[in-house]
């Protein structure tokens, strides 16, 4: 895909108002290396070790917050384990895995549960030796070698009948889906002169093909020159107001250089860019019932500057206290404006801590 010039932009940008919330410091053997969020329930509720209970510097939180099982954040680990975390962002549980470090994590998008206690996401997560695992709680669903290569990206879909699948990405190009016990298919990706494209980012998103109707489609960003990361959204208005499928999703990609690019209506134009490489990006929703409102771009990158972006422009940029290794995103509970940036971070000197900021849309 070619790159294009972006049109001009109209309309007043959204600004936003970023705050720490919360910060958790980790001990220094636990070496986080990828976080997913929602409703899980931990291993045991209990820690592995009494002397890894974090400290958090936001004074004593409540552990009545949340029964002592529940947790809103999973973390995958360099040791293979996963960690789990309460709405206090406190350590409530671990489960330990025989097997690599974590590559990535995701939650499945569908609940199941044998019972009431039981209820929560599942969790989805590929370690360095090519395993995938499906989790619920503290059972271990399905356990299966896929690769001897790295599963470096997980995207859970819903199809039209309702069933759960998810798109891997690994890192010698492969693009495959999977469902608990069975894979349903894989291809190898190339690039010209039968090069194996190395996998990044998967996404999968609903686009209207020249008649109107959606069709899902399974995105991949490769490295080098091409794509890195991937995004969903509605992020430029359309000129044309004839237009009545000017309401599609739109798809933000962001480049190792920090360039963000936007596909549109099966067209790619440039939107704008960061100073550093984004290794993570997120969508914060507009306010759909304002007259012309888009959504912005939540930008993690290679730096201690998380960047917010919107209409193609950067409108804020919130300082980090460490260096980002793992981030995920979720809805701020009691306050329907603001969702949470939840992140690992790293100090110079190899501690890493738990640090959650809330983002909140400017009146």
């Not at 996963?82 to 409530?92: H, M, P, Q, S």
């Amino acid at each position: 895909m070619g790159r294009d010039t972006r049109s001009d932009v109209t309309g007043t940008p959204i600004r936003y108002v970023l705050e720490v919330i919360a910060r958790t410091e980790l001990a220094q053997d636990l070496l986080i290396s990828a976080i997913a969020t929602g409703e899980f329930r931990s291993s045991d509720g209990a820690l592995r070790d009494p002397a890894q209970r974090p400290s958090s510097s936001f004074g004593a939180a409540s552990r009545e917050a949340l029964p002592s099982a529940a947790a809103i954040v999973a973390a995958g680990t360099e040791s293979g384990d996963i960690l789990f975390f309460d709405a206090n962002y406190e350590l409530v549980g671990t489960l330990e895995i025989k097997g690599g470090a974590i590559q990535c994590i995701a939650r499945l998008r569908q609940q199941t549960a044998t019972n009431d206690s039981d209820r929560g996401q599942q969790l989805v997560a590929s370690d360095s030796g090519g395993i995938v695992t499906f989790y619920s709680g503290k059972q271990v669903l399905s356990r299966r070698k896929l690769t001897d290569s790295v599963v470096c990206s997980i995207e859970p879909v819903i199809d039209r009948t309702g069933q759960e699948f998810c798109i891997l990405g690994e890192l010698d190009g492969v693009l495959s889906a999977v469902r608990m016990h069975d894979q349903m298919w894989r291809v190898q990706l190339r690039r010209s002169g039968a090069t194996a494209a190395m996998i990044n980012t998967v996404a999968s998103v609903r686009l209207p093909d020249a008649y109107g109707l959606e069709t899902e489609y399974a995105l991949a960003a490769t490295e080098g020159r091409f794509v890195y990361l991937l995004c969903s959204g509605f992020f430029l208005e359309k000129t044309d107001a004839t237009d009545r499928r000017d309401r599609r999703t739109q798809v933000a990609m962001a480049g190792d250089a920090g360039e963000i690019f936007l596909l549109d209506n099966y067209q790619v134009q440039y939107l704008g860019r960061v100073p550093y490489a984004v290794t993570h990006m997120f969508l914060l929703d507009a306010d759909k019932s304002k007259q012309g409102s888009v959504d912005s771009l939540l930008c993690v990158t290679k730096s201690r500057n998380v960047y917010i972006v919107n209409r193609g422009g950067i409108v804020e940029v919130f300082r980090l206290e460490g260096w980002p290794v793992a981030a995920d995103v979720h809805a701020s509970k009691g306050d329907s404006g603001s969702l949470e940036l939840v992140l690992a971070l790293q100090s110079d000197n190899g501690q890493q801590s738990i640090h959650a900021v809330r983002v909140t849309a400017r009146d």
